[in-house]
């Protein structure tokens, strides 16, 4: 392929290639190998040095105001969930934003209102930044790039190579909802509902469960580009392990399913800015979901599991797996194209 297209960026099978193909291969490091979200940095000297996590995104959402956000809210709560999904306490963010010439003042200035408010609720600083414009046309009204640092919590341990046979797929709540908000906005359709985006800071419901539950929380992972049934494949690729989703007990709200319907859409592929997928282990899953609800976050749900060699699924082996409404089983896969380019 001699072109970069539009697929290249949907979290998919050609992010995927990309990747490796060509970051991977130029940087290659263990923190980088490990293809996470953050990467966590040994502590340095002192009795009372902590590991580090780090992470660093890119906004080009469009529309930049969308049903429940904004790109500048996104910003924030996209980067902060990074790092609170490696097990971190979000600290410091950095923040450059990419302008286009005739970019209306007032909208900028509501954006940055808008970040400083989402910092506020997720207990982080913007500490630096950048600011570059570009001419008319060379981007699309206002992009923004990310930088985030975290401590992280003492005495996790999240890791794919801790996920075993038997532990438990725990979403925090319902799907679908971020990539339907922005996919209406663009459209003009509101289908007779009020589609909001999930955009929400995940750090301090992740720290309370990560403090309670301890090592019964296996591994953590935001789905946000490519959505919950991208968010499993790569969990089985990373465990190794038979990893199967659960159709029927994903939540996901009435009117997500129908403009899904509508727009020819996926709703288990739709981006997501306020979810978590929780690897838990089984004996730990009813107190997590106990939390969670203590949270206000009443219709997380266990959504699948990880199978055992001699399970429904044992002689599939290692992969991703939907055992869908009907009761039939098929792989589950990384999209090819793109259902949505710049949902985040």
């Given at each position: 392929m001699?072109?970069?297209?539009?697929?290249?960026?949907?979290?998919?099978t050609?992010?995927?290639?990309?990747?490796?193909?060509?970051?991977?291969?130029?940087?290659?490091?263990?923190?980088?190998?490990?293809?996470?979200?953050?990467?966590?940095?040994?502590?340095?000297?002192?009795?009372?040095?902590?590991?580090?996590?780090v992470?660093?995104?890119?906004?080009?959402?469009?529309?930049?105001?969308?049903?429940?956000?904004?790109i500048?809210?996104?910003?924030?709560?996209?980067?902060?969930?990074?790092?609170?999904?490696?097990?971190?306490r979000?600290?410091?963010?950095?923040?450059?934003?990419?302008?286009?010439?005739?970019?209306?003042?007032?909208?900028?200035?509501?954006?940055?209102?808008?970040?400083?408010r989402?910092?506020?609720?997720?207990?982080?600083?913007?500490?630096?930044?950048?600011?570059k414009?570009?001419?008319?046309?060379?981007?699309?009204?206002?992009?923004?790039v990310?930088?985030?640092?975290?401590?992280?919590?003492?005495?996790?341990?999240?890791?794919?190579?801790?996920?075993?046979?038997?532990?438990?797929?725990?979403?925090?709540?319902?799907?679908?909802?971020?990539?339907?908000?922005?996919?209406?906005?663009?459209?003009?359709?509101?289908?007779?509902?009020?589609?909001?985006?999930?955009?929400?800071?995940?750090?301090?419901?992740l720290?309370?469960?990560?403090?309670?539950?301890?090592?019964g929380?296996?591994?953590?992972?935001?789905?946000?580009?490519?959505?919950?049934?991208?968010?499993?494949?790569?969990?089985?690729?990373?465990?190794?392990?038979?990893?199967?989703?659960?159709?029927?007990?994903?939540?996901?709200?009435?009117?997500?399913?129908?403009?899904c319907?509508?727009?020819?859409?996926?709703?288990?592929?739709?981006?997501?800015?306020?979810?978590?997928?929780i690897?838990?282990?089984?004996?730990?899953?009813?107190?997590?979901?106990?939390?969670?609800?203590?949270?206000?976050?009443?219709?997380?749900?266990?959504?699948?599991?990880?199978?055992?060699?001699?399970?429904?699924?044992?002689?599939?082996?290692?992969?991703?797996?939907?055992?869908?409404?009907?009761?039939?089983?098929?792989?589950?896969?990384r999209?090819?194209?793109?259902?949505?380019?710049?949902?985040?």
């Amino acid at each position: 392929m001699k072109r970069i297209t539009l697929g290249h960026g949907a979290g998919g099978t050609l992010t995927s290639d990309l990747v490796r193909q060509v970051f991977l291969h130029h940087f290659m490091n263990p923190y980088l190998e490990a293809l996470s979200d953050s990467a966590v940095l040994p502590p340095g000297d002192g009795d009372s040095a902590t590991s580090l996590a780090v992470t660093t995104d890119a906004f080009v959402v469009t529309p930049i105001f969308f049903p429940g956000g904004d790109i500048g809210e996104l910003a924030v709560f996209g980067t902060v969930n990074d790092l609170a999904v490696a097990g971190a306490r979000p600290a410091y963010l950095t923040a450059s934003f990419i302008i286009e010439e005739g970019f209306a003042y007032a909208d900028l200035d509501r954006v940055a209102a808008s970040m400083a408010r989402a910092a506020r609720r997720a207990g982080v600083q913007v500490v630096a930044g950048d600011t570059k414009v570009v001419e008319r046309g060379s981007c699309d009204g206002l992009f923004i790039v990310t930088s985030g640092v975290g401590r992280l919590i003492p005495g996790v341990s999240l890791s794919s190579a801790r996920v075993l046979p038997g532990d438990c797929l725990v979403i925090n709540g319902a799907v679908g909802q971020h990539g339907a908000a922005i996919m209406c906005a663009r459209q003009g359709e509101d289908f007779g509902t009020s589609i909001r985006s999930d955009c929400s800071p995940l750090a301090g419901v992740l720290e309370t469960l990560l403090v309670e539950l301890g090592e019964g929380i296996k591994w953590l992972r935001d789905p946000t580009r490519g959505g919950l049934a991208t968010t499993v494949v790569e969990l089985a690729e990373s465990a190794g392990q038979c990893v199967v989703l659960e159709e029927e007990a994903v939540p996901i709200p009435d009117d997500v399913c129908g403009a899904c319907e509508m727009l020819g859409l996926d709703p288990l592929y739709l981006a997501n800015e306020g979810k978590v997928l929780i690897v838990a282990a089984p004996e730990a899953t009813p107190r997590l979901l106990a939390l969670l609800s203590e949270a206000g976050q009443d219709q997380a749900a266990v959504v699948g599991q990880v199978a055992t060699s001699q399970g429904m699924m044992g002689s599939w082996g290692a992969g991703a797996y939907l055992r869908t409404r009907l009761g039939g089983t098929k792989t589950l896969d990384r999209l090819t194209g793109h259902q949505m380019p710049r949902i985040c």
